[in-house]
């Protein structure tokens, strides 16, 4: 029933110190929104699904519950609290990539355990400011949400979607006794499991979110003063400073309703490769992102960047009409080589000289409501890089920052009024066994004391037309107000 045996777990127990211990069950009944459901109340906890292409479900759908520990960064210091830290509490570094590794290098894991990709790891969100610990950028106070945040459940659900079964893994770290390590992680299971068998999910379920009598909708700045911003950076343009600049704008509405009515909304108006919903108790991110920032698996890292966008057709004569119109559009196309050519030269920081290579390029990608042009980089870790690596070199990718990067962001601090937050930075997980995954984080919705906070922005470029960016903005806005909302709420009105 339980893989491995209480003896082969001894016998894994005298090499390594986290062995992780599952079953599996046949659950062709329940979703993984309902066995959610059932779980919400013990937080922190997350849930992490994907949907291919717009259309069809991603194999897996991830749920994690009982965090080992939680690590968070802010304000220059990091912190790390839990009730699995059985060397001491470890000493944290200023930048947060090292205590991650730390903090997760420090597990040592069977070679072989039967289970997918993913099944435990640092689960969480590293916020665009966290690129300040990475680049020479004048520093911020950001007191909103921490720079960076992860848990580490020690309990993960692995919902299958082809064999309708779920497998309950407890990531067992062996302490003195390996017997009693075993047993408890045999318990862990089986009492989530009884909680999935005995109750239904409530729909309802942390409905007393409530929202404090406010203006119904407030943003950091007015379409006039977003267009004016627009026009400066065109002149940044101009005089040569930058090719390209992503500019944003922060808007805030009232969230009465439950933070998986959000994350269901949000799902079924934008079904995207990455669907998260991690609750740090204090703190919700939902997220429905269509663009991975960095993928690293046995040793080679890939990105895929998108730019150019046109909305689906009405058949598929008029989609295959719109597919023709995005790839012949020559700003379209610029702006995906200029983006192309910067993840080869992040990539290149990290990876064996000339192991980097576009595999896949100008692609149409259909999803629900929109195609995108994409495009496929990857390239092989040098020796002494690893997955974090892949990261910080990639991080914050260039279809929310600009080219070059770094004179980008110090426009992007000019011109945007205070901090970014979550929006534009990366979602994902640190894998145990060296994998990394993670997306750009945005079409985004951060729930804290009632309200959700949303950002959106357009690409500029020398030939920008300001209403025509503004409008951009507002369109993406208004799409993740409504899975707040549950109504079209007027933007910009």
């Known amino acids: 029933m339980y893989t491995p045996s209480e003896g082969q777990y001894l016998a894994m127990a005298e090499t390594y110190n986290l062995i992780p211990v599952h079953r599996e069950v046949l659950v062709d009944t329940e979703t993984p929104i309902s066995i959610f459901l059932k779980l919400l109340d013990r937080k922190p906890c997350f849930l992490l699904e994907s949907v291919e292409g717009g259309e069809a479900l991603g194999r897996y759908s991830f749920i994690g519950l009982n965090p080992s520990w939680i690590y968070t960064h802010q304000a220059g210091v990091g912190t790390v609290n839990g009730v699995d830290l059985p060397e001491g509490r470890p000493a944290l570094s200023g930048s947060p990539l090292d205590s991650l590794r730390k903090l997760v290098g420090r597990y040592r894991i069977p070679p072989e355990h039967g289970l997918p990709r993913f099944f435990g790891g640092a689960v969480g969100y590293f916020g665009y400011d966290f690129v300040r610990t990475l680049e020479d950028l004048p520093d911020k106070t950001c007191t909103d949400v921490p720079d960076c945040a992860f848990v580490f ?243 914050p990718a260039g279809t929310v920052s600009g080219a070059p990067k770094v004179r980008a962001m110090e426009i992007i601090d000019e011109l945007e009024s205070g901090c970014r937050g979550i929006y534009a930075g990366a979602a994902g997980y640190i894998g145990l066994n060296g994998n990394l995954d993670t997306c750009i984080a945005i079409r985004t919705v951060v729930i804290r004391d009632g309200e959700a906070i949303i950002q959106a922005g357009a690409g500029i470029v020398a030939d920008s037309d300001p209403e025509r960016e503004a409008e951009e903005v507002r369109h993406k806005a208004a799409v993740l107000i409504k899975a707040v909302r549950g109504t079209e709420l007027a933007v910009d009105d």
């Not at 017997?179 to 089986?190: F, K, L, N």
């Not at 005089?239 to 799902?267: A, E, H, K, M, N």
């Not at 595999?359 to 390239?379: A, D, I, K, P």
């Open 153 to 395: 459940p020690k309990v993960v659900l692995i919902f299958d979607h082809v064999r309708h079964s779920l497998r309950l893994v407890a990531n067992s770290t062996v302490a003195s006794s390996p017997v009693e390590s075993y047993r408890e992680a045999v318990g862990d299971i089986e009492e989530i499991l009884a909680l999935i068998q005995a109750r239904p999910g409530d729909p309802n379920h942390n409905s007393d979110r409530t929202a404090a009598e406010q203006p119904l909708l407030r943003s950091n700045l007015s379409r006039e003063e977003f267009k004016d911003r627009v026009v400066r950076a065109k002149e940044y343009i101009r005089q040569g400073d930058i090719l390209q600049v992503v500019l944003s704008r922060r808007f805030t509405v009232p969230c009465t309703g439950t933070g998986l009515d959000v994350y269901r909304r949000l799902r079924f108006l934008n079904p995207s490769p990455y669907l998260y919903y991690l609750d740090f108790g204090d703190t919700l991110v939902v997220g429905a992102s269509p663009e991975m920032l960095v993928r690293v698996e046995d040793g080679k890292a890939y990105t895929r960047p998108i730019a150019g966008t046109r909305r689906r057709g009405t058949d598929p004569r008029e989609d295959a009409w719109l597919a023709e119109d995005l790839l012949g559009d020559e700003k379209e196309r610029a702006e995906h080589v200029m983006l192309v050519d910067l993840g080869r030269n992040d990539l290149s920081r990290v990876c064996v000289a000339g192991s980097v290579e576009v595999t896949q390029f100008m692609n149409v990608e259909r999803y629900s409501h929109v195609m995108h042009l994409t495009s496929q980089v990857e390239g092989r870790l040098q020796d002494g890089h690893d997955a974090l690596s892949a990261l910080a070199a990639a991080f």
